[in-house]
T-cell receptor, first 117, second 114 residues
């Protein structure tokens, strides 16, 4: 069973360009989470999605950032008009279907390291 | 708001020595608590988790953690450290409606000297 896949692993963009980060969850997982890790900091929650639904986007910046998890295909984190401050590692995690208040473990991908020149 | 504090940014221990990494959390309800490990350039791997029940939790790679509600702590321990344990360790609490939003501490970098 393949783990969480993220691509690309490294992405370089110039200021003002768009960045698209992809995440394929583990087989059978219907929940996806995106986290951002700035240099020398812990991970910060960005967004929590289920298929075709955004459940919690309380950690997403108000502008330029969007996320989707379509019925078919990977989850996409999109950053428009990137700025230097967007340089970070972006991690995706997935978990299986929740049942009531039982919290399921999140399995993390290897991350995408975005560098904005 | 939920928060996690890891007071030690760096810790250096000798190989074979015991290890304790500190974690304090702030959360109103019964917390879901986790310890993750991250090797350089890699993603996070779950070491152990606490949801309820026995407050001493066993994890992978010989790690354990003890939940102490009175101290709002969830410290990670290992009796004998191996050089391969050198990595960064993150404590996290599950927040949000179903605890699915992980709030991480800033991490503790562990160095192991031979």
């Amino acid at each position: 069973n393949a783990g969480v896949m993220q691509n690309p692993r490294h992405l370089v963009r110039r200021r003002g360009q768009e960045a698209r980060l992809r995440c394929s969850p583990m087989k059978g997982h219907s929940h996806v989470y995106w986290y951002r890790q700035l240099p020398e900091e812990g991970l910060k929650f960005m967004v929590y999605l289920q298929k075709e639904n955004i459940i919690d986007e309380s950690g997403m910046p108000k502008e330029r950032f969007s996320a989707e998890f379509p019925k078919e295909g990977p989850s996409i984190l999109r950053i428009q008009q990137v700025v230097r401050g967007d340089s970070a590692a972006y991690f995706c995690a997935s978990s299986p279907q929740s049942s009531g208040r039982l919290l399921n473990e999140q399995f993390f991908g290897p991350g995408t390291r975005l560098t904005v020149l | 708001a939920q928060s996690v504090t890891q007071p030690d940014i760096h810790i250096t221990v000798s190989e074979g020595a015991s290890l304790e990494l500190r974690c304090n959390y702030s959360y109103g309800a019964t917390p879901y608590l986790f310890w993750y490990v991250q090797s350089p350039g890699q993603g996070l791997q779950l070491l152990l988790k606490y949801f309820s029940g026995d407050t001493l939790v066993q994890g992978i790679k010989g790690f354990e953690a003890e939940f102490k509600r009175s101290q709002s702590s969830f410290n990670l321990r290992k009796p004998s450290v191996h050089w391969s344990d050198a990595a960064e360790y993150f404590c996290a609490v599950g927040a949000g409606g179903y605890g699915n939003k992980l709030v991480f501490g800033a991490g503790t970098i562990l160095r192991v000297k031979s």
